[in-house]
């Protein structure tokens, strides 16, 4: 199978690529990234002489350039997206670009190149937030609280118009907070593993009372790639750690895990519209796609922090530049032969000096 793979070069797109050419000899990737703050070539970079793989930098709102590419594939997987809570509360439009207008370009596409395979790959926020008992489940009605979650409620019911309307053959996942390699260190768990290890403080929001339900990232991979290739066409899958703990508990335990103390604990203010509690019932992608949780919470803990210590290039450089803007773009390194980006007025400048 030939896969278009959005997002590739961010967080869970770079993981899922490593998954697929590991897992399936025969499969091809493509990946088109826009290489926003988040997307980072660096982790896809072992790949660029792989036989099997190719990256393409450009926008999923890019129609022409996504009509050429979806063209030329079996099966999209879109990953993505602007996907980090407080810059969605700070700039939404761009979340609305991305996540909203880029899907739509995506399905589009699809559907004019003969219907093409399409998974969706979303978010638990989309629920909400919930109480101290419960947990979502597939048929839990949507009630996102921030722009981030809104922008994927709306991608995910956009997916859902384009099976019942154009009969085109989706799946759809909704997944719970995942960590793991190659994680931005403006998120939590990475955050707090690279503060600790250059000695600062760790930021915790609020009472620390809120919880998540961890995921490490290969098992979410695992799952986005069964339910690609045994899922059945219109259904939703969740996927869940069933590791729930709250923020404070997370702390602790990645103070205690790294030899540190609560004295390393810098309190702040609360996030607007904080989720209080989410939790993920995957029975059915159990029961339906035999998929489980491989990685136990603190094993996968341990060997993201042994990482982040192996590997301080990779997240040294993406704290030392100061956040740019969401939707701005990062510089493409140009010794990779696999991959291709437009040229620029700069490009071409140089190619004539150098000639
Ligand atoms: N991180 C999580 O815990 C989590 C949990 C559940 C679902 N998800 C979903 O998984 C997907 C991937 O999340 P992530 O954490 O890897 O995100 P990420 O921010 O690390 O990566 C997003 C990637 O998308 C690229 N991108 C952004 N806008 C683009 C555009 N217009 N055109 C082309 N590429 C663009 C970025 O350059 C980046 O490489 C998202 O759709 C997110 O909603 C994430």
Not at 179 to 190: Q, R, T
Not at 311 to 323: A, G, H, I, R
Request: hydrophobic share 35%; net charge negative; aromatic share 10%.
């Amino acid at each position: 199978m030939k896969l278009l793979v959005t997002g590739g070069a961010g967080f869970i797109g770079s993981n899922y690529v490593y998954h697929v050419l590991n897992t399936h000899p025969e499969d091809e990737v493509v990946v088109l990234d826009k290489l926003t703050y988040a997307g980072n070539l660096d982790n896809l970079a072992p790949l660029t002489n792989h036989p099997r793989f190719r990256f393409v930098q450009g926008d999923i709102c890019d129609r022409d350039l996504v009509m050429n590419l979806v063209k030329d594939v079996d099966a999209v997987v879109h990953f993505a997206a602007e996907s980090h809570v407080d810059r969605s509360i700070e700039d939404p439009t761009v979340f609305v670009q991305t996540n909203v207008i880029g899907t739509q370009t995506l399905l589009d596409a699809c559907r004019k190149n003969g219907n093409k395979r399409f998974h969706h790959v979303s978010t638990d926020e989309v629920f909400g937030s919930l109480g101290a008992t419960g947990m979502f489940t597939e048929t839990t009605s949507y009630d996102p609280r921030s722009p981030y979650s809104a922008s994927k409620a709306a991608s995910d019911h956009l997916v859902r118009a384009a099976y019942h309307t154009h009969h085109l053959p989706v799946t759809i996942s909704n997944c719970s907070n995942n960590y793991g390699p190659y994680h931005f260190p403006e998120k939590v768990i990475p955050l707090f593993i690279t503060n600790l290890l250059e000695g600062k403080k760790v930021p915790l929001y609020g009472d620390g009372m809120n919880v998540r339900d961890w995921i490490h990232v290969e098992d979410h991979c695992r799952g986005v790639d069964l339910a690609l290739r045994n899922g059945k066409i219109g259904e939703t899958y969740l996927f869940g750690g069933r590791s729930e703990r709250s923020n404070m508990e997370l702390t602790q335990t990645i103070l205690f895990e790294m030899g540190f103390g609560k004295e390393m604990i810098e309190p702040v203010k609360d996030r607007p519209g904080h989720d209080r509690r989410y939790a993920i019932d995957p029975s059915k992608a159990e029961q339906e796609l035999g998929w489980s949780v491989q990685v136990p919470f603190l094993h996968g803990l341990r060997k993201t922090i042994a990482w982040y210590k192996a590997n301080p290039e990779w997240w040294q450089k993406l704290k030392n530049t100061s956040p740019v803007g969401a939707g701005s773009s990062r510089p493409t390194p140009s010794n990779s032969p696999n991959i291709t980006k437009p040229k620029t007025l700069l490009d071409e400048f140089i190619a004539d000096v150098e000639n």
